[in-house]
């Protein structure tokens, strides 16, 4: 079935997507606890102060990729609140993480004095934006490998925002004023932007069969005399269309 392979099409890439960046955030965690492991502390204490810090970077990177720099000065006051507000943020999750590093230690008669690079605010901004640095780029390169797993289109269906994943949509029909885009597992919207619009939105991956009619073209299995195969149904190619869906299909 086409609606069967349209979300295994899209499973796949976002499951890699998802390994992706679970695996880039362990291995920066690892690194930065290394880092503090060489200022002193055991690798499981370095780790688990790394932790800590870890929500504190993404929460840096939330914050920041929200940030619209509107004017020069409204930028540069934004970017101050933004750091003070995460250091903030960095010293107290440093001063809890290590609170419980010190009970544990005072329960194994030890003790341990916060390291003085981890009160250093350069230290703890350059380390949370070199996270986020490298979090930017893992981003870029999913963008460019897997790119379906990345792009959405958000439209209004009945008054309601609606948000599909590209490969979700299987095709899309033109109905007189209206257009229906009919996405996986039976889902079925309705809109107002016509389909030639719906055309230049979603790209090369959709193929326009008829005036009424634009396929997603990895959903399709054929053709069968003048109809596209979608599933259980017959689309159909009109003649000013036939030659390239010939061609691609």
Request: charged share 20%; proline share 4%.
């Amino acid at each position: 079935m086409a609606f069967e392979r349209g979300k295994s099409i899209i499973f796949v890439p976002v499951m890699k997507r998802t390994a992706l960046i679970i695996s880039y955030w362990t291995v920066a965690l690892f690194l930065f606890a290394i880092v503090l492991s060489s200022t002193g502390y055991t690798f499981p204490d370095a780790f688990f102060l790394a932790s800590s810090l870890l929500p504190v970077a993404v929460l840096f990177r939330y914050l920041l990729a929200q940030m619209r720099f509107t004017s020069r000065w409204q930028g540069i006051r934004d970017v101050c609140f933004l750091t003070l507000f995460i250091l903030t943020m960095a010293f107290l999750a440093v001063h809890l993480a290590h609170t419980i590093i010190q009970d544990l230690r005072v329960q194994m008669d030890g003790s341990i004095d916060v390291a003085p690079i981890l009160l250093n605010p350069i230290f703890l901004l350059a380390m949370l934006l070199l996270i986020i640095v490298g979090d930017y780029f893992v981003g870029r390169m999913i963008e460019e490998r897997l790119p379906e797993a990345e792009e959405s289109i958000t439209f209004t269906s009945d008054r309601q925002p609606v948000t599909l994943q590209r490969q979700e949509i299987l095709y899309v029909e033109s109905c007189d004023t209206e257009t229906w885009i009919y996405a996986t597992e039976g889902r079925k919207y309705r809109n107002k932007r016509p389909i030639s619009a719906w055309a230049n939105l979603l790209g090369d991956d959709f193929l326009r069969i008829h005036r009424s009619f634009l396929v997603r073209i990895s959903a399709c299995q054929g053709t069968e005399g003048e109809n596209v195969i979608l599933g259980d149904l017959r689309l159909p190619v009109s003649r000013k269309y036939k030659a390239e869906v010939q061609a691609v299909l």
